[in-house]
């Protein structure tokens, strides 16, 4: 009978720490009410009738005692699986790992020590303060981490949708993206595309909200990082070219660094201007000593090919041979020799257009250019974004400022604008010195109707789903 009263009351007295489950991007589960409850209840119940089977009647009151210290205690121990989680995410991986580990022996050990102070007459002088200075070590320590990592670290929200107030990836939008080049047997070809993260949704004002979450929190938190990573999503999806950039070269030491290879892309890509050089200048000098960002050798080699091949689009030979030398430094410990493209001094490339849908200025929709390149390393065709416009009045758009190189089409828009027949599809384009100035035939978007329901019946244009709340229209800056 002894055996088996002590046996239900380690039960449930180390049953508060049995909720170490990680979910993939969330805390551990808390302890839900009623199992809380039913475990204070065992706790409080089993405690005093171990005791008194031990010890007869003098075991009742220590015995009680015993159960609401150790239920007090058990509870604390069920705050740190959450809270070693996000000191995990915080940086803290060792010594969450050690409180993974350890977590249960030390509520056993506690538990033990109280035992013995409440019991062994031995230890009656000093029974109080042991008893005190164990529980107010749960106690003060659980909560002064929590107050700690609140504070300075934004622990409590489940996820980044909670932190920043956003809505989650289940309530994203999808629009479609028309892809204007050859591809796939067809001139052009249309993909949907969710615009979301693995976790928020990524509407404009979802970007916009997150942003100021990372002001607001001065990128430290247990999502600084994903969210970090959610605005340069977001941003890039929509085809925001110049606000992708800026954050795709956000820095905060030892916190976040550049995303040097998507950044570098943006930059060769894009228009070759003034202002494009001085980012270039900035994401190089952020690279300083520092080791964030460098830590493989292949990742370095292509992050120091881009800035060789940057500096050469923008002209610059003495930057480029400089990041050259870097390269060549790497080859001795890489297995893959990278070609760096050559010098470029053309400034003055130009793509202009028009765009309609129905015979009418495609004003909804936004048209995006896309720079063709060809890595010699993996052997595969990349489609960097050098920047996005969205029609006027009478449809026309242009891009300028570009260097030499080739180019493809883009549209963005509703699924159902972008649901039909295409006309005037530019496929591959090139800009090269001889032809600075490409004009492209107007692309025309015809939305495919609805067939009748009858042979005679009227046909029409499809309808989009309506959904029970409106949704709200594209917000495209021009």
């Known amino acids: 009978m002894r055996l088996f009263l002590f046996g239900l009351l380690s039960w449930y007295a180390l049953g508060w720490t049995k909720n170490v489950r990680l979910f993939p991007d969330a805390f551990p589960l808390e302890l839900t009410a009623g199992r809380a409850l039913r475990l204070l209840l065992g706790t409080v119940l089993c405690a005093p009738a171990a005791f008194a089977a031990a010890r007869g009647r003098r075991g009742l009151v220590p015995g009680a005692a015993f159960g609401f210290l150790a239920a007090a205690v058990g509870a604390c121990a069920s705050r740190w699986p959450q809270l070693g989680r996000a000191i995990e995410l915080c940086g803290g991986v060792f010594t969450a790992y050690v409180l993974k580990i350890f977590l249960t022996t030390a509520l056993a050990a506690t538990c033990a020590a109280l035992a013995a ?24 320590g659980t909560l002064g981490a929590e107050l700690a990592l609140s504070r300075v670290w934004g622990y409590g929200p489940p996820s980044l949708a909670a932190a920043a107030g956003v809505p989650t990836n289940r309530d994203a939008r999808t629009l479609a993206v028309a892809w204007l080049y050859p591809t796939r047997g067809r001139s052009y070809h249309v ?44 941003r890039l999806q929509r085809w925001d070219e110049e606000r992708a950039l800026d954050a795709m070269m956000i820095t905060v030491p030892g916190r976040a660094h550049p995303d040097y290879r998507r950044a570098l892309e943006l930059l060769r890509a894009g228009p070759v201007t003034a202002e494009r050089f001085g980012k270039l200048e900035q994401l190089s000098a952020a690279t300083g000593r520092r080791v964030e960002g460098f830590e493989k050798a292949t990742e370095s080699q292509y992050i120091f090919e881009g800035f060789s091949a940057a500096y050469a689009r923008f002209g610059d030979e003495a930057k480029a041979r400089e990041w050259l030398t870097r390269l060549d430094g790497l080859w001795a410990v890489s297995e893959k020799r990278i070609e760096v493209g050559s010098l470029e001094d053309m400034r003055e490339g130009r793509v202009s257009g028009s765009l309609f849908l129905d015979e009418r200025p495609a004003t909804g929709l936004r048209a995006g250019l896309f720079y063709v390149w060809n890595s010699s390393a993996t052997k595969t065709t990349h489609y960097w974004l050098s920047g996005s416009r969205v029609p006027d009045e009478d449809g026309r758009f242009y891009f300028d400022n570009l260097g030499p190189g080739r180019y493809i089409l883009g549209l963005l828009g509703r699924p159902e604008d972008l649901r039909g027949s295409f006309t005037g599809v530019p496929g591959q384009f090139e800009v090269t010195y001889e032809r600075p100035d490409v004009l492209l035939e107007p692309v025309r978007v015809r939305r495919e109707p609805e067939p009748a329901e009858d042979a005679f019946g009227p046909g029409g244009l499809r309808e989009g789903r309506v959904p029970m709340v409106p949704e709200p229209p594209l917000r495209f800056g021009r």
Not at 117 to 140: K, N
Request: no cysteine; aromatic share 8%.
């Open 191 to 234: 993909d949907s595309r969710r615009m979301s993260s693995e976790t928020t949704d990524l509407s404009p004002d979802s970007i916009d909200r997150i942003e100021s979450f990372l002001e607001r929190t001065r990128l430290r938190g247990v999502f600084a990082e994903e969210a970090l990573e959610a605005v340069r999503l977001g």
């Open 117 to 140: 102070a409440l019991t062994r007459e031995d230890w009656r002088p000093y029974s109080r303060r042991l008893v005190l200075a164990l529980a107010g070590s749960w106690a003060l």
